[in-house]
């Protein structure tokens, strides 16, 4: 019998893991699931997913698919592979899907969501979930600078220096600042992103909102392509892969999400 292609939608919290990519030492967020639909599978996994987020890194809404040659129903993929599981990762959903489907390579758009508390407090109940900004943030100023991102840039002053990405140059389709009392959210859509991109954005976006800069130095450092000119890197913390965009003929259920304290779109 043919294996079978198994789409699984998923959420964790990145803080125990070093990352969504296996490593040597089974500390990524794939080991743990690979393990666990192993389990129940009765033979090796490996998966695919849709995005690989750093150590400290969550996830509202990722997609991975994995091939098996065992026959399950697809509540097993759900509730028998969330029995294996760590307490920090959840399975949502789970559909078979056609051979062509593949979970990085059949996405058209991915959507992150940064949340970040901005008191002279630093989190507690928060902590690890969220970012943190003690000095006030000036909101009308982060977004004018926001609107020189959106549109096809070459991002290379918003890449780590181990980006492995191709090409630096990205469309940035959406960005959008909010604020829910002193957590401000901000959303980012594209069809990829490189490397630390969204946090090396929002590390630029805070030193403007602060007064460091004014929104026009966004444009600079863009301009000069060249990742010395910007912000260090902002902190891992407040930061969600939030939404996987899909062509419909896929049947995929719900792949977006905002964050876990308003799970949806």
């Not at 990205?170 to 009392?181: D, F, P, W």
Request: proline content about 7%; overall charge positive; hydrophobic content about 45%.
């Amino acid at each position: 019998m043919n294996p079978i292609r198994i789409a699984l939608g998923l959420e964790y919290d990145g803080r125990p893991f070093c990352g969504w990519q296996s490593q040597a030492s089974r500390c990524g967020v794939q080991d743990a699931l690979e393990a666990a639909i192993g389990e129940l599978a009765g033979e090796r996994i490996t998966l695919n997913a849709a995005g690989r987020t750093d150590q400290g890194v969550h996830a509202s809404m990722q997609v991975a698919h994995f091939e098996t040659g065992a026959q399950r129903p697809l509540t097993a993929w759900v509730r028998g592979v969330n029995a294996q599981l760590p307490a920090a990762i959840a399975v949502k959903w789970a559909l078979a899907v056609p051979p062509e489907f593949h979970a990085r390579f059949s996405a058209r758009r991915r959507s992150y969501h940064y949340l970040l508390l901005n008191r002279p407090e630093r989190p507690g109940l928060l902590a690890g979930r969220v970012g943190w900004c003690h000095r006030p943030l000036d909101l009308d100023a982060m977004r004018a600078a926001a609107r020189h991102l959106v549109g096809e840039h070459d991002f290379s002053a918003f890449r780590s220096a181990q980006c492995q990405a191709k090409s630096p140059v990205k469309k940035l389709e959406r960005v959008v600042i909010g604020a829910e009392n002193a957590l401000l959210t901000f959303e980012f859509a594209a069809s990829a992103f490189l490397h630390h991109m969204v946090r090396n954005i929002i590390g630029a976006l805070v030193m403007v909102g602060h007064g460091a800069k004014p929104p026009g130095w966004v444009a600079e450092i863009l301009a000069a392509r060249a990742r010395a000119h910007a912000a260090p890197t902002f902190m891992p913390d407040g930061l969600y892969l939030s939404g996987i965009e899909y062509d419909p003929r896929f049947g995929l259920p719900e792949t977006s999400a905002r964050h876990p304290w308003n799970p949806h779109p």
